[in-house]
């Protein structure tokens, strides 16, 4: 892994063409980049810690939502608290995700800086598409998951023994929450796998159409395991969603094709028993020199190349 990079300063590396940097100077730079995102997530940490009540109000919007998750006065029923801990470790986890969204342009930025200069410019522009693209996908699933874990709720409290009146426990209730959003906004990154293997020439676009079986199969069965809520809600809008995303991509992969000119048959206009028309054009060839027929027997030919010479090993010395 040697980069064409050249040493400006103690802590900063540009490209360079008369030399390349050592593995020490690899793991330097990975070290600064390591500690500059790291202290951008503190800082994220910090901002996060004054922002975590108004998150896990937020959070907790879809269970006071609930018809019979309120009181008599109509004021959300409080959740429940094992351990006199829990509730400031809730606030440094919320705070840790804050950081994490927060701090995201720097670290993500650290990232890219280390990795880029071994890629060409075509991965690059590449990688900056994808991203791109990759952000929204995971913010659509993270909104989307938001607004159905309500009725998933539902479902499970209604389904019970206990009825909806019962107390949950708020560390449990949290996690279950930010498990929705986490795992719908990963899943929501799946047609960038179908786009990456058509854009790099792995898969045509009437190669991924004809998986459409098989993936409206693993996204049911995906959406059945991973989900942590059992009811139907949840699973089934994230296997129509994926379901969906799906055929989006296969219709992006087709245009990507026209575009490229794939999937042209050269004999379209054959039959199979026909012979391909070759398109020959040869070249004409000048006629050579004569040959003088009054020449003597053993006269060397003019335009004949001449003989080589014959030479022994010894006449070298």
Same mark, same amino acid.
């Given at each position: 892994?040697?980069?064409?990079l050249?040493?400006?300063?103690? !802590?900063?590396?540009? !490209? ?14 990975? !070290?600064d @980049?390591?500690f ?8 994220g %940490?910090?901002?996060?810690?004054f ?8 959070? &907790?919007e879809?269970? $006071? ?10 004021? $959300? ?14 606030k440094? &986890? ?13 670290? %993500? ?14 991965? @690059?522009k ?9 952000? /929204? ?9 938001y607004l ?19 107390? %949950?426990?708020?560390?449990r ?9 986490l ?19 792995v ?5 991924? %159409? ?21 009811g ?9 969603s994926?379901?969906?995303l ?13 575009r ?15 012979v ?5 054009? /040869? ?7 004569r ?19 014959? !030479? ?6």
């Amino acid at each position: 892994m040697a980069f064409a990079l050249r040493k400006r300063g103690p !802590r900063s590396f540009e !490209r360079a063409a008369d030399g390349s940097m050592t593995l020490i100077e690899h793991v330097r730079e990975l !070290r600064d @980049r390591l500690f500059r995102a790291s202290l951008a997530i503190v800082v994220g %940490l910090i901002v996060g810690f004054f922002l975590a009540q108004p998150a896990f109000n937020l959070l &907790k919007e879809p269970y $006071c939502s609930l018809p019979d998750a309120t009181d008599a006065l109509g004021n $959300c029923r409080s959740f429940l608290q094992l351990s006199p801990a829990d509730g400031f470790i809730l606030k440094l &986890k919320l705070a840790l995700w804050i950081g994490l969204i927060v701090g995201a342009p720097v670290w %993500l930025y650290q990232l890219w800086a280390f990795i880029a200069p071994g890629l060409h410019r075509h991965e @690059r522009k590449w990688a900056y598409v994808f991203v791109a693209i990759a952000a /929204p996908l995971f913010a659509g699933g993270a909104v989307l998951a938001y607004l159905v874990v309500d009725k998933g709720l539902a479902f499970l409290l209604e389904a019970g023994v206990t009825g909806l009146s019962t107390q %949950l426990e708020v560390t449990r209730y949290i996690s279950f929450v930010t498990n929705m959003i986490l795992l719908f906004g990963v899943a929501f990154e799946f047609p960038l796998i179908l786009l990456m293997l058509n854009f790099t020439g792995v898969a045509s676009a009437r190669r991924l %159409l004809s998986w459409w079986r098989a993936v409206i199969f693993i996204s049911f069965a995906f959406a059945a395991i991973a989900t942590p809520d059992p009811g139907p809600f949840g699973m089934t809008l994230l296997a129509l969603s994926l379901s969906l995303l799906y055929f989006v991509a296969v219709g992006v992969a087709f245009l990507n094709d026209k575009r490229r000119g794939r999937g042209k048959d050269v004999y379209a206009g054959l039959d199979d028993d026909e012979v391909s028309p070759l398109e020959h054009d /040869p070249e004409p060839v000048e006629a050579g020199q004569r040959v003088d027929a009054t020449a003597p027997v053993g006269a060397p030919d003019p335009i004949a190349p001449p003989a080589p010479i014959e !030479r022994r090993y010894d006449d070298m010395t």
